[in-house]
């Protein structure tokens, strides 16, 4: 259903499950993983060039990831009503193994492999998502704090944005 399944039936179960367990709802992961590698090597050398990351969602990421404006109208109406949901929204995290050191040795890391908060997820993949939690930010006097976060190579949302146009 989050990347478009269009079964009515399965959608208004998926939307009634975010409807009532939203509170808990970012407690669900779902993980992939993905092969990173040193510079000037080849993917198919030895294992000593390569590490395995495992990327965990949450529901919410893959509702901004796939567009699925229903769960997100939802996700979003709570986030109006409870500020405390709204902050742990907007800073929530990709869950990954990556580790800061990593960063100094491996390039071409994606960048979900780099633990994006829900708004770095926005800026990348779904702008009105980012127009709605933007405006819910400011409503709760969160903006300021939204715009002051980093990912994990450093990059704040104005930066982030300039490379993911």
């Given at each position: 259903?989050?990347?478009?399944?269009?079964?009515?039936?399965?959608?208004?179960?998926?939307?009634?499950?975010?409807?009532?367990?939203?509170?808990?709802?970012?407690?669900?992961?779902y993980?992939?993983?993905?092969?990173?590698?040193?510079?000037?090597?080849?993917?198919?050398?030895?294992?000593?060039?390569?590490?395995?990351?495992?990327?965990?969602?949450?529901?919410?990421?893959?509702a901004?990831?796939?567009?699925?404006?229903?769960?997100?109208?939802?996700?979003?109406?709570?986030?109006?009503?409870?500020?405390?949901?709204?902050?742990?929204?907007?800073?929530?995290?990709?869950?990954?193994?990556?580790?800061?050191?990593?960063?100094?040795?491996?390039?071409?890391?994606?960048?979900?492999?780099?633990?994006?908060?829900?708004?770095?997820?926005?800026?990348?993949?779904?702008?009105?998502?980012?127009?709605?939690i933007?405006?819910?930010?400011?409503?709760?006097?969160?903006?300021?704090?939204?715009?002051?976060?980093?990912e994990?190579?450093?990059?704040n949302?104005?930066?982030?944005?300039?490379?993911?146009?």
């Amino acid at each position: 259903v989050l990347k478009g399944n269009e079964n009515e039936a399965k959608k208004l179960k998926v939307l009634q499950y975010f409807k009532d367990n939203w509170n808990t709802i970012n407690n669900i992961k779902y993980s992939r993983q993905e092969k990173i590698f040193l510079p000037h090597t080849k993917p198919n050398k030895a294992d000593e060039t390569s590490k395995i990351v495992t990327i965990s969602f949450s529901p919410l990421h893959l509702a901004i990831i796939y567009k699925c404006a229903d769960i997100l109208a939802s996700v979003f109406k709570h986030m109006m009503e409870d500020a405390e949901f709204c902050g742990e929204v907007l800073i929530l995290p990709i869950g990954t193994n990556i580790e800061n050191d990593d960063l100094k040795v491996y390039t071409d890391i994606p960048d979900e492999v780099c633990a994006l908060s829900t708004v770095f997820l926005c800026v990348k993949y779904n702008a009105d998502a980012l127009r709605d939690i933007l405006d819910i930010a400011k409503q709760h006097k969160m903006l300021d704090d939204v715009m002051k976060a980093k990912e994990m190579r450093g990059m704040n949302l104005l930066h982030f944005s300039t490379r993911n146009k």
